[in-house]
């Protein structure tokens, strides 16, 4: 006898009791579980189950529901108070009107030619109803609208009613959030065998947490508050341990890997660096060189992320850790994230190395802008190992790219790239390199443990002596439109004082956005305290300076990412060199360029930039002998959130307090995100933004677990949830944030 097609197999003996790893289709159907799968991604019972509702509602909530704003999609609780059939005047059919409460307003509910929902709407009936709001003859409407009525059994009395929590999922137009309620109710919950908790109970207890199974059930079926919020709160806990018992897994898997140890040499290319550098390192450089020499002289590869403000000399720190890996026969690539900053990088590294250590170590530039007969030359050096410091930016990756003796890696500006891609860049070496992660991002404690929970965090937090103080100022348009030529006139004063000066601006070209560059870590839609006029664009702002009679005689030039990687480094080069008074710019300039002699940053439509990106871009200013000015010039308006923005970076120089201000202030539109999706990878209760104490709590808890059981072998249930939350895509996204 022919055995029966697997599918089928699965369609028709749907197991009794239910695991986390079951397939859906194995517990809902093909049909069902299809929807799922379309909708949000769901492909198990865990998949389904960590779709967690949204928020609970209860009768009454939703006060103003007079005030509810058409085209909208709402969800309501409320109950039937009248219900009417009729024929339709015009034409042939019938029409359902029913009117419902929440106790505060009423909403009229419509049906064409389903004269039968008059059978089912009966006045006293509740139930929660979905839809779409619109205006019609001066009352809001609901035109058929989804809808469920409560089993009056279920709710007898209007007590019990009234405090019972519904829960109301992330939903779709084909999936509509009571639908999922029902499944994970009816279909999925009753079914649910034990599941493996991948808390340890000795930690469960610790923190007076719930089984997972309970916390399930809490969470999707809460009899009361109390209910959800303490499964909310075992769940949240439960996705902080699973997060970083991964994270401190994946760095454990790192340590075990040979690397091989580049030992300080006494005089070596690292110590004739140190005798001809002209200053003093600061003691923060110091220290965490001496963390990066200690850690480089390892047979584990190093997995460090240097922190520390624009300007903090992060760079030197890098370039001295390359020096001892040369010391050693070994290269070193050095990744960044533009064309421009590369060449930068280049010219900065070889200069900082002086004619003699340069014609050594051969520091050679590889991006996808060489000419063939310069690429071939810069792999050659590569590969021969004569090269013993490349530098480069995503053209490093191509698999034509190879090395002698790759040693060490060091990544500029983590933000911009992805893990996979430091892996590509890894995997060019025989065995892994070590690896130095540069950020001037400053990062809060709290999103470092939890984005980059694998690395070891060192950090610059003072400045070089002698640098030049920045002072800021927010130009709000709103309020004075005059200021507007003010701003000219100020640039045209440090161009006359001898001083050079960025102007930003949100865009290239009306409407058209630069990709990536004016990316705005806020949630935009969340935020509609932006202003609707449109930006400043470098087209436009470029002639309004040549045509602006104050800047007259004035040098100036673009620069944007639109631009070849040429022409980009030829304004870079002249302005550098002082044969340019102006540049308007996008954020092609926010990172990494170095111009001693630029006094101003003028940011247009500040408030299009995120927290951290005005910031940097601020830094580009006092980094030579002249004092920065920073204008932030901006059209929000006073109070709303996105000129809260603008003002908090005006306030403070300190990177440190503005990364925890700007966790502040992206309150529900957090920093890792908020993919009501669901998708299997996101995180969901978590917020960085609130959750630090428990996210410490959590690590602690983790690398007490591991340093008992190092591989986790008595802790299959946390094996199994790592492998299954921690996907590479999470940590991009998370990298993103
Ligand atoms: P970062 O990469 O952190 O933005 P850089 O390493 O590019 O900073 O340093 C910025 C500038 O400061 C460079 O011109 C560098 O030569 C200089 N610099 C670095 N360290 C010191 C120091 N200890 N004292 C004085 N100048 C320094
Ligand atoms: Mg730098």
Same mark, same amino acid.
């Not at 550098?277 to 240097?306: S, Y």
């Not at 694998?454 to 709103?478: H, M, N, Y």
């Not at 507007?484 to 045209?492: D, G, H, L, Y």
């Given at each position: 006898?022919?055995?029966?097609?697997?599918?089928?197999?699965?369609q028709?003996?749907?197991?009794?009791?239910?695991?986390?790893?079951?397939?859906?289709r194995?517990?809902?159907?093909?049909?069902?579980?299809?929807?799922?799968t379309?909708?949000?991604?769901?492909?198990?019972?865990?998949?389904?189950?960590?779709?967690?509702?949204?928020?609970?509602?209860?009768?009454?909530?939703?006060?103003?529901?007079?005030?509810l704003?058409?085209?909208?999609?709402?969800?309501?609780?409320?109950?039937?108070? $009248?219900?009417?059939?009729r024929?339709?005047?015009?034409?042939?059919?019938?029409?359902?009107?029913?009117?419902?409460?929440?106790?505060?307003?009423?909403?009229?509910?419509?049906?064409?030619?389903?004269? @039968?929902?008059?059978?089912?709407?009966?006045?006293?009936?509740?139930?929660?109803?979905?839809?779409?709001?619109?205006?019609?003859?001066?009352?809001?409407?609901?035109?058929?609208?989804?809808?469920?009525?409560?089993?009056?059994?279920?709710?007898?009395?209007?007590?019990? @009613?009234?405090?019972?929590?519904?829960?109301?999922?992330?939903?779709?137009?084909?999936?509509?959030? @009571?639908?999922?309620?029902?499944?994970?109710?009816?279909?999925?919950?009753?079914?649910?065998?034990?599941?493996?908790?991948?808390?340890?109970?000795?930690?469960?207890?610790?923190?007076?947490?719930?089984?997972?199974?309970?916390?399930?059930?809490?969470?999707?079926?809460?009899?009361?508050?109390?209910? @959800?919020?303490?499964?909310?709160?075992?769940?949240?806990?439960?996705?902080?341990?699973?997060?970083?018992?991964?994270?401190l897994?994946?760095r454990?898997?790192?340590?075990?890997?040979?690397?091989?140890?580049r030992?300080?040499?006494?005089?070596?290319?690292?110590?004739?660096?140190?005798?001809?550098?002209?200053?003093?390192?600061?003691?923060?450089?110091?220290?965490?060189?001496?963390?990066?020499e200690?850690?480089?002289?390892?047979?584990?590869?190093?997995?460090?992320?240097?922190?520390?403000?624009?300007?903090?000399?992060?760079?030197?720190?890098?370039? $001295?850790?390359?020096?001892?890996?040369?010391?050693?026969?070994?290269?070193?690539?050095?990744?960044a994230?533009t064309?421009?900053?590369?060449?930068?990088h280049?010219?900065?590294?070889?200069?900082?190395l002086?004619p003699?250590?340069?014609?050594?170590?051969?520091?050679?530039?590889?991006?996808?802008?060489?000419?063939?007969?310069?690429?071939?030359?810069?792999?050659?050096?590569?590969?021969?190992?004569?090269?013993?410091? !490349?530098?480069?930016?995503?053209?490093?990756?191509?698999?034509?790219?190879?090395?002698?003796?790759?040693?060490?890696?060091?990544?500029?500006?983590?933000?911009?790239?992805g893990?996979?891609?430091?892996?590509?860049?890894?995997?060019?070496?025989?065995?892994?390199?070590h690896?130095?992660?540069?950020?001037?991002?400053?990062?809060?404690?709290?999103?470092?443990?939890?984005?980059?929970?694998?690395?070891?965090?060192?950090?610059?937090?003072q400045?070089?002596?002698?640098?030049?103080?920045?002072?800021?100022?927010?130009?709000?348009?709103?309020?004075?439109?005059?200021?507007?030529?003010?701003?000219?006139? $100020?640039?045209?004063?440090?161009?006359?004082?001898?001083?050079?000066?960025?102007? !930003?601006?949100?865009?290239?070209?009306?409407?058209?956005?630069?990709?990536?560059?004016?990316?705005?870590?806020?949630?935009?839609?969340?935020?509609?305290?932006?202003?609707?006029?449109? !930006?400043?664009?470098?087209?436009?702002?470029?002639?309004?300076?040549r045509?602006?009679?104050?800047?007259?005689? !004035?040098?100036?030039?673009?620069?944007?990412?639109r631009?070849?990687?040429?022409?980009?480094?030829?304004?870079?080069?002249?302005?550098?060199?002082?044969?340019?008074?102006?540049?308007?710019?996008?954020?092609?300039?926010?990172?990494?360029?170095?111009?001693?002699?630029?006094?101003?940053?003028?940011?247009?439509?500040?408030?299009?930039?995120?927290?951290?990106?005005?910031?940097?871009?601020?830094?580009?200013?006092?980094?030579g002998?002249?004092?920065?000015?920073?204008?932030?010039?901006? %059209?929000?308006? %006073?109070?709303?959130?996105?000129?809260?923005?603008?003002?908090a970076?005006?306030?403070?120089?300190?990177?440190?307090?503005?990364?925890?201000?700007?966790?502040?202030l992206?309150?529900?539109?957090?920093?890792?995100?908020?993919?009501?999706?669901?998708?299997?990878?996101?995180?969901?209760?978590?917020?960085?933004? $609130?959750?630090?104490?428990?996210?410490?709590?959590?690590?602690?808890?983790?690398?007490?677990?591991?340093?008992?059981?190092?591989?986790?072998?008595?802790?299959?249930?946390?094996?199994?949830?790592?492998?299954?939350?921690?996907?590479?895509?999470?940590?991009?996204?998370?990298?993103?944030?």
């Amino acid at each position: 006898m022919p055995a029966p097609p697997p599918e089928t197999a699965a369609q028709t003996t749907a197991p009794t009791t239910l695991a986390l790893a079951t397939p859906l289709r194995a517990a809902l159907g093909e049909r069902q579980a299809g929807v799922f799968t379309r909708a949000f991604g769901h492909r198990t019972v865990g998949d389904l189950l960590a779709h967690y509702p949204r928020r609970y509602a209860q009768r009454g909530e939703l006060t103003a529901l007079a005030e509810l704003p058409p085209g909208d999609d709402v969800t309501i609780v409320a109950e039937v108070l $009248r219900c009417d059939k009729r024929a339709m005047r015009q034409r042939h059919g019938s029409i359902v009107e029913a009117a419902i409460s929440d106790g505060t307003g009423v909403l009229t509910l419509t049906f064409f030619n389903q004269a @039968w929902r008059a059978n089912e709407l009966i006045p006293g009936r509740r139930g929660i109803f979905a839809g779409k709001v619109n205006r019609y003859k001066g009352t809001l409407q609901l035109t058929h609208p989804d809808y469920e009525l409560f089993d009056e059994a279920s709710a007898p009395d209007v007590e019990s @009613w009234q405090s019972k929590p519904i829960p109301i999922y992330p939903a779709t137009s084909t999936l509509a959030s @009571w639908k999922i309620a029902k499944v994970v109710r009816e279909e999925v919950l009753p079914k649910l065998g034990h599941v493996d908790d991948p808390v340890p109970e000795a930690v469960a207890r610790e923190h007076g947490l719930e089984p997972l199974d309970a916390a399930l059930r809490g969470i999707h079926t809460p009899a009361t508050d109390t209910d @959800w919020r303490r499964a909310r709160d075992t769940l949240r806990y439960q996705e902080a341990f699973v997060l970083q018992s991964a994270l401190l897994l994946e760095r454990e898997r790192l340590r075990e890997t040979a690397a091989t140890a580049r030992m300080p040499v006494a005089d070596g290319y690292a110590a004739r660096f140190d005798a001809h550098l002209p200053f003093d390192l600061t003691a923060d450089q110091r220290a965490v060189g001496e963390q990066v020499e200690h850690d480089l002289a390892q047979a584990v590869p190093m997995n460090r992320l240097v922190q520390g403000e624009v300007g903090s000399g992060k760079t030197v720190v890098a370039l $001295r850790a390359m020096l001892q890996v040369a010391d050693n026969g070994g290269q070193s690539a050095f990744l960044a994230p533009t064309e421009v900053l590369a060449s930068q990088h280049l010219r900065s590294i070889a200069a900082a190395l002086g004619p003699d250590l340069a014609a050594e170590l051969m520091p050679t530039l590889i991006t996808g802008r060489l000419t063939a007969a310069e690429r071939k030359k810069a792999l050659l050096r590569a590969v021969s190992g004569q090269a013993q410091i !490349v530098v480069g930016t995503h053209a490093l990756l191509n698999e034509n790219v190879s090395f002698f003796d790759l040693g060490l890696v060091v990544v500029d500006e983590q933000h911009r790239f992805g893990v996979e891609q430091r892996d590509v860049l890894r995997s060019k070496a025989a065995t892994p390199p070590h690896q130095l992660v540069l950020t001037a991002t400053p990062i809060p404690r709290t999103v470092a443990m939890t984005v980059f929970g694998d690395l070891d965090v060192s950090t610059i937090a003072q400045l070089p002596t002698g640098r030049q103080k920045i002072e800021s100022f927010v130009v709000p348009l709103a309020e004075h439109p005059r200021w507007q030529n003010r701003i000219w006139e $100020r640039a045209a004063e440090e161009i006359a004082a001898g001083h050079q000066v960025f102007v !930003v601006c949100p865009a290239i070209t009306p409407k058209e956005p630069e990709e990536g560059e004016t990316e705005n870590p806020i949630d935009e839609a969340a935020d509609d305290s932006r202003p609707l006029t449109p !930006v400043a664009t470098v087209e436009q702002t470029i002639e309004a300076v040549r045509d602006n009679p104050v800047l007259q005689g !004035v040098r100036v030039a673009a620069l944007h990412g639109r631009m070849s990687a040429d022409d980009k480094d030829a304004v870079m080069r002249a302005f550098a060199a002082g044969a340019l008074d102006l540049i308007v710019a996008t954020t092609v300039i926010e990172v990494g360029v170095d111009v001693p002699n630029a006094s101003a940053m003028i940011v247009l439509d500040a408030d299009r930039f995120g927290v951290s990106q005005l910031h940097q871009l601020r830094g580009r200013v006092g980094r030579g002998s002249v004092p920065g000015l920073c204008l932030f010039v901006t %059209n929000a308006e %006073n109070g709303s959130l996105a000129r809260e923005r603008v003002d908090a970076v005006a306030a403070t120089l300190d990177g440190f307090a503005l990364a925890e201000a700007d966790l502040e202030l992206r309150r529900e539109g957090d920093v890792l995100g908020s993919d009501q999706s669901g998708g299997r990878s996101s995180l969901r209760l978590l917020r960085v933004a $609130r959750d630090g104490a428990i996210i410490e709590r959590a690590r602690a808890d983790a690398a007490a677990v591991l340093e008992s059981d190092p591989h986790l072998a008595d802790h299959p249930a946390l094996s199994a949830a790592i492998a299954d939350r921690l996907t590479d895509r999470t940590r991009d996204f998370l990298a993103r944030a």
